[in-house]
């Protein structure tokens, strides 16, 4: 089993090197579809999922877990069960063949699995020009707006990973390869990244 975990920072591409990292390699990909099994399976809508996963989880319950969210019935906390059963469902995926899995902490989830873990990342300036190529239809942020964004979905990041990691989110020690994608197009950076993790899936035979 071979498995790949993408953190990165909002904007700096990481979720496109995900991809075309799984691409490449014929891996099955989850990004948004972890969200979307969440509220398959619980009947919710994915945006309230979204939000709740990762904003709500920090403020509501801002314990310490270990290595990994567990849920117990005495837990009257919307945030705290649905990232138990993010949990479950990362392990799920994992567990069901090659893989690349973007983003949800899953690098530390998944440590008993031994995965390949990779984080992205980006200058300021590279990122807001990044988001404002690719907002969503109808959406207008000036440059300002985006580094707000990027700032605050970073920070909800790094604080939802600290609860469950030692390792600080974005320190180069808890991954195995950390790409700066400042002023490079995606597709031109993958090839290189390919062959690292090969070099590494290779090493561990």
Not at 42 to 59: F, G, I, K, M, P
Not at 109 to 129: C, G, H, Q, R, T
Not at 147 to 175: L, V
């Amino acid at each position: 089993m071979k498995i790949i975990t993408v953190s990165r920072e909002f904007g700096s591409g990481g979720r496109e090197i995900g991809k075309r990292l799984a691409d490449e390699l014929g891996f099955s990909y989850y990004d948004k579809e972890i969200v979307a099994e969440i509220a398959k399976r619980h009947s919710l809508d994915e945006n309230y999922v979204s939000v709740a996963l990762d904003r709500s989880v920090t403020q509501s319950y801002p314990l310490h877990f270990g290595r990994t969210f567990s849920y117990s019935g005495g837990i009257s906390n919307t945030s705290v069960q649905l990232f138990a059963e993010q949990t479950k469902i990362i392990k799920e995926f994992a567990e069901a063949g090659d893989c690349v899995i973007v983003g949800r902490a899953a690098d530390v989830i998944l440590s008993e699995y031994d995965p390949f873990n990779l984080f992205v990342y980006a200058s300021m300036e590279s990122k807001v020009k990044r988001c404002l190529e690719r907002a969503e239809e109808g959406e207008s942020l000036s440059e300002r707006d985006a580094a707000k964004k990027i700032k605050r979905i970073d920070s909800e990041r790094k604080k939802i990973h600290g609860m469950i990691s030692d390792t600080p989110w974005g320190d180069r020690r808890g991954y195995h390869l950390c790409v700066n994608t400042t002023g490079l197009e995606i597709k031109e950076i993958v090839p290189g990244v390919l062959q690292y993790v090969n070099a590494w899936f290779a090493s561990r035979k």
